[in-house]
């Protein structure tokens, strides 16, 4: 007999049917295979006390600060360890529990099961002359030139913008605006280019985005987080979806010293007020995309906590965008010059990917298709 050490399968049942495990094995055995860490927050004493113990009665572990089991305190920080099967059973356990604990298990429960979306690439256009980088930068015909390239290459969405929202950026009048766009709009219209990729209008202006949508544009790319109803409106009307950006800020004072109690439950409350106002006026979940802001309103130790913990945001069941892109958190850790970026936001979007991500915001497409299927044959 010889035994080795290997690393978990991407696909666990397909290899738990390799070795011959069948029938209601395969899916109570995968379940076991992964281990979830839920930070929880403000948890009353008795509520920490019952919690630990039904966790350790099914194998689960809660982590607990000294003193949670004489309560010298009113509520603590705790840490939740467990699988899947054990979280399905823990979060029906809990229901008949007091303390704020029916509350805590119906939370619990949105992690369960949790939606899977297939890798796309969205490619960056930029029409307008100061986005920081140059390279994005086209007008008029090279616009359709480099969209055609980009498709060759590999990008299933098209992201095209008029105006820079990078730090410190002027707003654009909306007349000025639709000028930058509209005749690479009537060019993908007129050439139907919208029959070989999706098209996204990185725009927060009504007038602008029903021009591109009335262009055959399908995405509606909001950094304003669908602050104006108009745009949800439209996204309604002309059956798009409509990503959701958190910014804290506008672009112009964002990176003023932006402060967060906690990034992640800030970001988290933003994108559930967020989705249940569109769902109330009738934008449904499946036409909602999430994009955390890497760079709007946050310093590199809040970008790099939302990327690694992107897998929290899947409970809402929308895809999930990271745009990553030559930014300057790259140069903040591994000093470079735009020009420079590449390697780095080729690791940021990997992570990305790897820890809940879908869809990448890029400049480069053909050297992330290729780190993105080399990163698939991998997993």
């Not at 309560?71 to 467990?82: P, Q």
């Amino acid at each position: 007999m010889n035994i080795y050490k290997i690393a978990k399968p991407n696909d666990v049942k397909q290899y738990l049917k390799r070795i011959g495990v069948q029938g209601g094995g395969v899916s109570i055995i995968s379940k076991k295979m992964d281990l979830y860490y839920f930070v929880i927050k403000d948890i009353s004493a008795p509520a920490a006390n019952i919690l630990k113990q039904d966790a350790l009665s099914i194998g689960a572990e809660l982590a607990v600060p000294e003193g949670v089991i004489t309560c010298s305190k009113s509520s603590y920080d705790c840490l939740l360890i467990a699988n899947q099967k054990q979280i399905e059973i823990l979060s029906q356990k809990e229901k008949a529990q007091p303390f704020g604990l029916r509350e805590f298990a119906a939370k619990l429960e949105e992690f369960l099961p949790q939606k899977r979306f297939s890798t796309q690439i969205m490619g960056v256009i930029n029409a307008n002359s100061d986005s920081f980088y140059s390279g994005s930068r086209f007008v008029a015909e090279d616009a359709i030139a480099q969209i055609e390239k980009m498709i060759a290459d590999g990008a299933e969405i098209i992201d095209i913008g008029a105006v820079s929202s990078r730090p410190g950026s002027e707003p654009v009048d909306e007349d000025i605006e639709l000028e930058r766009v509209r005749h690479i709009c009537d060019m993908i219209s007129n050439r139907k280019l919208y029959k070989k990729a999706e098209f996204s209008i990185d725009s927060y202006t009504p007038s602008v985005v029903e021009y591109a949508l009335k262009s055959g544009f399908k995405i509606i790319n909001d950094i304003t987080g669908a602050d104006n109803q108009q745009i949800v409106s439209l996204a309604i009307n002309y059956d798009a979806k409509l990503c959701i950006m958190h910014m804290q800020g506008t672009p112009q004072t964002m990176q003023h010293n932006p402060e967060y109690k906690d990034v992640i439950l800030e970001v988290d409350d933003f994108f559930r007020e967020r989705i249940k106002k569109c769902e109330e006026i009738g934008l449904s979940r499946d036409r909602i995309i999430l994009d955390v802001g890497i760079g709007f309103g946050k310093k590199l130790e809040h970008n790099i906590e939302l990327i690694k913990n992107l897998s929290n945001f899947r409970k809402f069941g929308c895809q999930i965008l990271v745009g990553a892109s030559r930014k300057s958190m790259i140069d903040s850790i591994s000093p470079a010059p735009v020009e420079d970026r590449l390697p780095g936001t080729i690791a940021i979007h990997l992570k990305s990917l790897e820890n809940g991500a879908n869809i990448i915001r890029c400049h480069d497409v053909a050297k992330h298709k290729q780190a993105v299927e080399v990163w698939e044959s991998l997993h």
